[in-house]
T-cell receptor
Framework: SQQGEEDPQALSIQEGENATMNCSYKTSINNLQWYRQNSGRGLVHLILIRSNEREKHSGRLRVTLDTSKKSSSLLITASRAADTASYFCATPQTSYDKVIFGPGTSLSVIP | GAVVSQHPSRVICKSGTSVKIECRSLDFQATTMFWYRQFPKKSLMLMATSNEGSKATYEQGVEKDKFLINHASLTLSTLTVTSAHPEDSSFYIC?????????FGQGTRLTVV
């Protein structure tokens, strides 16, 4: 069963704008990961944030984690057309470490 | 970082045949690996947990006789789609966890004609 829930499910913005995607989850986690997937391709790991971290940066990416609200957000600043992809949050379950994915956000960046 | 390799990346097969997909952890041992399936424009759905030396654990609704999983060593898990049908066409991806971080294979695009 899917645990994470991303919103919005689809987002269309102009190049240069910021894109924010949110993810909610239900159970306790050790960490939360964000992935990108270009159409028809494999997953690209973007960033991992641990449960004791509140914010993490990587280049133009900023991830926040609020364990009290069981939610995370991914911010992409100064978006580029190449950022067009689907973005998923994923939460490893404490039992067996299996990773459950949210439904994903489809981001379109218009040049 | 840890690497998980999946092979093949693409396969086309005829209806009724079986297809085997391999997932290898290249620089670490994985007693547990996971298989996911992704339909077009959808998220990844966990199919099963592959356990080294024992039977796989399947998620609800996944046919174990259709999707045979073998985890014969600490670095290799295989998924065999048996008697494939066009509805089995999908993107399959495996993962293995090192400490608490998941690493994914490149995925296999299966097309059954």
């Amino acid at each position: 069963s899917q645990q994470g829930e991303e919103d919005p499910q689809a987002l269309s913005i102009q190049e240069g704008e910021n894109a924010t995607m949110n993810c909610s989850y239900k159970t306790s986690i050790n960490n939360l990961q964000w992935y990108r997937q270009n159409s028809g391709r494999g997953l690209v790991h973007l960033i991992l944030i641990r449960s004791n971290e509140r914010e993490k940066h990587s280049g133009r990416l900023r991830v926040t984690l609020d364990t009290s609200k069981k939610s995370s957000s991914l911010l992409i600043t100064a978006s580029r057309a190449a950022d067009t992809a689907s973005y998923f949050c994923a939460t490893p379950q404490t039992s067996y470490d299996k990773v459950i994915f949210g439904p994903g956000t489809s981001l379109s960046v218009i040049p | 970082g840890a690497v998980v390799s999946q092979h093949p990346s693409r396969v086309i097969c005829k209806s009724g045949t079986s297809v085997k997909i391999e997932c290898r952890s290249l620089d670490f041992q994985a007693t547990t690996m996971f298989w996911y399936r992704q339909f077009p424009k959808k998220s990844l759905m966990l199919m099963a947990t592959s356990n080294e030396g024992s039977k796989a654990t399947y998620e609800q609704g996944v046919e174990k006789d259709k999707f045979l999983i073998n985890h014969a060593s600490l670095t290799l898990s295989t998924l065999t789609v048996t008697s494939a049908h066009p509805e089995d066409s999908s993107f399959y991806i495996c993962s293995a966890t090192k400490t608490t971080e998941a690493f994914f294979g490149q995925g296999t695009r299966l097309t059954v004609v």
